[in-house]
């Protein structure tokens, strides 16, 4: 509605609370300003050198008022709600009323007539609309000489002649002058709320765009999921699931939960970006180019195989550098997404992505850019020909680039080609040794003296994963598959498990499923290790389900397994801790607030399941009424943005009660966790955040901790964990870091016979027909060709097990087995003749 279909009153107030809030930032400074002036100038004038002008009374009631404006912060609702019209108020008696009156009792001084116009454009500031400013202006003149006319005796024969002559026409030129001055300054606050609008705007079309994504995977894999569920009975029996269908039901989930995490990290990154919240260096780590480059074009969200099959990786050198993974995993989302983008109306469009010499090469063969959209290609707001597109993708990535010591350039010609260049700088071999030597450190800090068992059908890979771990000085023991592993587990006492995932008789999945249900007294929370070679993103689902959050792909480094054997053993303890958490939460009290009924629900439905009463509130208000009430209450769990009383305003009225109930532990639960929000969350009096969408596991750590001690431990921050990292290099026959390996433990003669007899499985479950175990096979087959160092055989038998893990079909190329055959024998023919080479040289 516009002003002019206003009543006066209601336009007025309109364009008090805009002037308000403009100078929302100033209330503060007017407010210390105007009861320091009335207190010390009230001292000076009446005290020091007494003026018969000066009048106590008015300095006190000035300087009440400007005491009361700056305890705003605290006012109840109802008052905040007029805080415009007092700050108009103050404002009219601190300036136009107070220079008025004294200008008058001061029988027009020279300083006091200098004094007024200072006051003038001190009005322009405070209150920068004009309208505004003039009816405060002329309501302060009309107080301060009607005031004066009612208490000045003698006011009939001030010099008032001085008005017209000398001081009039300066008022008038100052008025002009400062109404012009407003106008003006007003139209550039309005130009710049007008460009926060705008970005804003395009911060929630940045925001609403990348989330498409998310979204849209997210819905395809619910479909998805839909499809395979059994067909609903009336009578309530459960239907099988075929093993297939169940394979992919994991799938989906899994694609399911990166589509969720990705959308959730794609809001806090761009967060982070408006807030310009720099990156952490504490959470860069050192990566491997083409294991988190391959992370992102495996996650990357794609519309059907078909436009995966567009994007290949080719790794001439991998190299190592320092950053942010999910940072560097959507530089790469956004050049795939830009480059898919075109993939419709360019079918023959492809992506390849080049790893070597410290840079990483996005090239697609789409439309390409003219040299005017190339020039201007990372600037905020411009896009190249896309609609729909907010122009903030390219610049993020320039952003992160930076920070991580590095740049992005880009070089197209129009309809050939775009590359972007990823440069990285140099990471020293120092460094690197220096990070290998810390992870492995903490891994014999942590296991020296302990007893491992290593569990793998096997045996070369058994041997190599001893070989692995020798380094902890622990007692190493084997098992070749988990029904032996369970047995061997009973009877001795073990510190951690390695455990292949695929396996007869008894899998790993079913091993680790029944270490965490108890089955093995004292062992539910011992650490476990997987070790596959299925997909990492099917492997993660399937193993939280089991209770095992650190697992490692075949074939992997000596680091990625010390270090994934620390994590194994910091998700035990946690899970250790958890458990007794849950044990002491039975029987407490906690007043949970939120506005949102969906959300106290689930928690109320989480707190239940460990035995917790659980009062609600859903404003500030009804929190604080709840906590007299109560005889006792252990904690309160309070949303920060709540209608009425936020959560900050809780808490303050909490501290403020006596004990116990002013002592009671505060725990925020929000969806903003940016460093002013935990600076006022601090200064508010709360003991720790839990932000939104709550992780039960992070939740019920931080509530018992502060229940152990009543909301005495400060929030400690966990520092990111490296990710696990690999190495890949050129793509020839064998890999000469792991054949080195292979030779120093006298296993290659080992390796090669066990390979043979795989195959030779392979022939027969394909002369068969037998799917089920020729799948099994390949996943054996997978695992000790990468061990083995066969880069070449591994590659093709990765290729073929993802899609017939995926897709449950035998592989689609009719010669597949006869390519292997001829794979494993130049395999073999290579790996005997550095055998013998090595034999020769060691003779």
């Given at each position: ?75 109840s609702p109802f008052w905040k709600r007029l805080l415009p019209w007092y700050w108009f108020l103050v404002v009219l008696y601190t300036l ?328 990285f700088p140099k990471v020293s071999e120092q460094d690197i040794a220096g990070h290998s030597r810390d992870v492995q450190e903490r891994a ?400």
């Amino acid at each position: 509605m516009s002003l002019r279909n206003l009543n006066p009153y209601a336009a007025f107030n309109r364009m008090l609370v805009q002037t308000t809030q403009i100078s929302a930032g100033l209330i503060l400074a007017l407010g210390t300003l105007g009861l320091a002036s009335h207190v010390l100038y009230g001292f000076f004038w009446l005290r020091l050198y007494p003026a018969d002008y000066e009048n106590l009374s008015l300095r006190i009631f000035g300087a009440l008022t400007c005491f009361l404006l700056l305890l705003n912060k605290w006012w109840s609702p109802f008052w905040k709600r007029l805080l415009p019209w007092y700050w108009f108020l103050v404002v009219l008696y601190t300036l136009p009323f107070f220079s008025t009156y004294l200008l008058l009792i001061s029988d027009y001084a020279i300083g006091r007539s200098m004094m007024m116009m200072a006051m003038l454009f001190l009005l322009i500031t405070v209150l920068p609309h004009p309208v505004v400013m003039i009816v405060n202006l002329i309501a302060g003149m009309v107080l301060g000489i009607g005031w004066a006319y009612h208490t000045l005796p003698n006011f009939s024969s001030l010099g008032h002649g001085q008005l017209t002559t000398v001081h009039l026409p300066m008022f008038i030129f100052t008025i002009t002058a400062s109404l012009i001055f407003s106008r003006s300054n007003l139209k550039g606050i309005l130009a710049q709320e007008r460009i926060k609008a705008v970005e804003a705007l395009a911060l929630a079309g940045s925001i609403a765009h990348e989330i498409r994504g998310p979204l849209g995977q997210l819905k395809a894999s619910l479909g998805t999921i839909g499809g395979k569920l059994p067909q609903p009975s009336a009578s309530g029996k459960a239907q099988a699931i075929p093993p297939h269908d169940l394979d992919a039901l994991y799938r989906e989930l899994a694609q399911s939960k990166i589509a969720i995490e990705r959308g959730l990290q794609v809001i806090a990154m761009t967060l982070d970006e408006v807030h310009a919240k720099p990156i952490d260096p504490a959470s860069l780590t050192y990566l491997s180019a083409a294991v988190a480059t391959r992370k992102a074009v495996e996650e990357f969200g794609y519309e059907g195989s078909a436009e995966r099959e567009k994007v290949t990786i080719d790794v001439v050198r991998d190299f190592t550098f320092k950053g942010d993974e999910t940072r560097y995993v959507f530089i790469l989302f956004n050049l795939l997404k830009n480059a898919a983008y075109y993939f419709k109306q360019y079918p023959q469009a492809r992506v390849t992505i080049t790893i070597a010499d410290h840079t990483v090469a996005v090239r697609d063969t789409g439309p390409g850019m003219s040299p005017q959209a190339l020039a201007r290609l990372f600037e905020p707001f411009q896009t190249a020909g896309k609609a729909g597109g907010t122009g903030l993708g390219l610049a993020f990535c320039r952003r992160t680039m930076r920070s991580f010591g590095g740049d992005i350039t880009c070089e197209s010609v129009q309809g050939k080609f775009t590359r972007f260049v990823l440069q990285f700088p140099k990471v020293s071999e120092q460094d690197i040794a220096g990070h290998s030597r810390d992870v492995q450190e903490r891994a014999v800090t942590l296991f020296r003296g302990k007893r491992l068992l290593v569990v793998d059908d096997m045996p070369a890979l058994r041997q190599t994963a001893r070989a692995l771990l020798e380094p902890l000085g622990a007692q190493l023991d084997e098992a070749e598959n988990g029904e032996v592993a369970l047995r061997m587990l009973a009877a001795a006492s073990y510190d951690a498990v390695v455990l292949d995932l695929s396996m007869p008789v008894l899998d790993g999945y079913a091993t680790a499923a029944s270490i965490r249900s108890g089955s093995i007294a004292g062992k539910e929370y011992m650490p476990i290790v997987a070790y596959t070679a299925e997909s990492p993103h099917s492997a993660r689902i399937k193993l939280e389900k089991v209770g095992v959050t650190a697992f490692v792909q075949k074939p992997c480094g000596q680091i990625d397994l010390l270090d994934a054997l620390c994590r194994a053993a910091e998700d035990g303890e946690r899970r250790a801790s958890a458990a007794r958490a849950s044990a002491s939460l039975a029987g407490k009290t906690i007043l949970l607030a939120d506005d949102q009924a969906f959300n106290r629900k689930f928690l109320r439905a989480l707190l239940h399941e460990r035995g917790v009463h659980v009062l609600e509130a859903c404003t500030g208000q009804e929190v604080l009424d709840r906590l007299r009430e109560a005889a006792h209450v252990d904690a309160v769990l309070t949303d920060i943005n709540m209608p009425g009383l936020n959560g900050l305003d809780v808490t303050r009225a909490i501290r403020a009660m006596p004990p116990p109930h002013g002592t009671t532990p505060v725990i925020a639960l929000t969806a903003h966790s940016d460093e002013a929000m935990v600076e006022a969350a601090r200064a508010a009096g709360m003991n720790d955040f839990v932000v939104k969408p709550v992780e039960p596991s992070d939740f019920f750590e931080k509530l018992s901790r502060q229940l152990l001690v009543n909301g005495a431990v400060p929030v400690q921050a966990a520092l990111p964990r490296p990710p696990a990292s690999g190495a890949a290099g050129p793509e020839s026959l064998l890999d000469p870091s792991r054949l080195q390996a292979m030779l120093q433990m006298d296993m290659v003669q080992s390796a090669l016979d066990d390979t043979g007899l795989l195959l030779r499985k392979l022939d027969a479950c394909v002369q068969d027909r037998n799917f089920a175990d020729m799948r099994e096979v390949m996943h054996s087959l997978v695992g000790i060709a990468g061990e083995m160092g066969a880069r070449a055989l591994h590659r093709k038998l990765r290729s073929l097990y993802a899609f017939i893990a995926e897709e449950g079909q035998w592989p689609a190329e009719e010669d597949w087995l006869a390519q292997l055959h001829v794979l494993y024998r130049q395999t073999e023919c290579a790996m005997q003749a550095e055998h013998a080479e090595d034999k020769l040289a060691v003779g």
